[in-house]
C-alpha cells in the first residue's frame, strides 16, 4: 500500500514538472533582505507547496517537514540546505490540510492538520508521532494520539502550529489588516472534540503562516506575510499580546513554516526557499 502512494505521488509529481520552481544559480548563502539570508532550497519533487518545518529537537542539522501540495501523508526529513535525507509514511491518516509542525522536548512530532481555506472546515486534527530514526528499518509511523478540534465561533483559517508545556498552540490567519488571535488546546488524551481556548490577540496585523517556540521556552516566533516575529516569553502566553519582539521585515507571501536555530530563525517557503533571519533578536538558547 505504502509503495503504490508513493509511486502515485511520484507520477502525480511529475506530470506538473514544468511549473516547478527552480533553484538560483550561484552558491549560498546570499541575502536576499536586510537580516534575512537564502541559504537553500528543497529540490524533492514530492515537497511541493512545502508548508510546514520543526527542528529536531536530538539531531543536528536534522529538520521535519511535509506538503500540503498532495494528499498523501508523509512526513520528510530534511537538512538546512533543503536536502532530503528520508521520508515516513503516516498509517491509517487521512490528510486534510497539513500546514505546521512542531516538536517537544520528550521525543514527540505533531502534525497540524490545520488549514481551513474559506473557513470551510468546522474541524481541525493535530496528530501525534514518534519522532523516529532516520536508520530506522521501518518507513512507516503510526500515530500515538489524534485531537479533534473545534472552533470557539465562526471557523476561520489557521496555518501555525507550537506546543509548549501541556497544550498545543494555534494561531489564526487572518487578512484585512485584523489581528491574528492565539488559541491553545491540552495535550491530555482526549477521544472527544476540544473547542480551542482563546489566549490572547497577538500585535501581529499580517496573515500568520508559521510558528515555533524555542527549545527553552523563553521565546515564540511567528511568520508572516510581512516578514518575522518573535517574542519574549515569560511563561505565560497571554503576556504575548504586550510582550516585547522584534520585527524583521521581509515581504513574501509563499514562507510558510519557522523554526529555532543557533544561529537565528529558519524559514521555508511554498517555492521551497530555505532562509535564515539572522538578526540577534532571534537566536534563542538552544
Avoid at 533553484?23 to 548563502?29: A, D, E, I, R, V
Avoid at 488559541?183 to 499580517?206: D, G, Q
Avoid at 527549545?215 to 506575510?225: E, T
Avoid at 517557503?269 to 534563542?284: H, M, P
Amino acid at each position: 500500500m505504502i509503495k503504490a502512494f508513493l509511486i502515485f505521488f511520484i507520477l502525480a509529481s511529475s506530470l506538473s514538472c514544468k511549473a516547478e520552481p527552480r533553484p538560483p544559480k550561484g552558491p549560498y548563502p546570499w541575502t536576499v533582505a536586510e537580516g534575512v539570508q537564502q541559504i537553500g532550497f528543497i529540490s524533492d519533487p514530492l515537497l511541493k507547496e512545502d508548508s510546514g518545518v520543526v527542528a529536531s529537537r536530538s539531531v543536528t542539522n536534522l529538520f521535519w517537514t511535509h506538503t500540503d501540495g498532495a494528499k498523501v501523508p508523509f512526513l520528510f526529513a530534511i537538512d538546512r540546505t533543503g536536502k532530503t535525507l528520508a521520508q515516513f509514511y503516516l498509517n491509517g491518516v487521512h490528510l486534510h490540510d497539513w500546514e505546521d509542525i512542531a516538536a517537544d522536548n520528550a521525543g514527540n512530532i505533531y502534525v497540524g492538520d490545520i488549514g481551513n481555506n474559506d473557513a470551510g472546515r468546522n474541524e481541525l486534527y493535530v496528530l501525534q508521532v514518534k519522532e523516529p530514526s532516520l536508520d530506522a528499518d521501518s518507513r512507516s509511523l503510526t500515530p500515538l494520539q489524534k485531537w479533534t478540534l473545534h472552533f470557539p465561533a465562526k471557523p476561520f483559517d489557521c496555518e501555525s502550529l507550537f506546543v509548549y508545556a501541556d497544550y498545543g498552540y494555534v494561531a489564526s490567519k487572518l487578512f484585512d489588516k485584523s489581528k491574528s488571535v492565539l488559541y491553545r488546546f491540552p495535550l491530555a488524551p482526549n477521544t472527544n472534540a476540544i473547542v480551542l481556548e482563546k489566549v490572547c490577540s497577538l500585535p501581529i496585523v499580517s496573515p500568520v503562516t508559521g510558528a515555533d517556540i524555542s527549545v527553552d521556552g523563553k521565546q515564540v516566533a511567528f511568520v508572516a506575510h510581512s516578514g518575522a516575529y518573535v517574542f519574549d516569553l515569560n511563561g505565560d502566553m497571554k503576556s504575548l499580546s504586550k510582550a516585547p519582539f522584534v520585527h524583521i521585515p521581509f515581504k513574501h507571501q509563499h514562507v510558510e513554516g519557522c523554526t529555532f536555530v543557533p544561529d537565528g530563525l529558519l524559514a521555508t517557503s511554498e517555492n521551497r526557499e530555505v532562509f535564515l533571519f539572522t538578526y540577534k533578536g532571534f537566536k534563542a538558547a538552544r
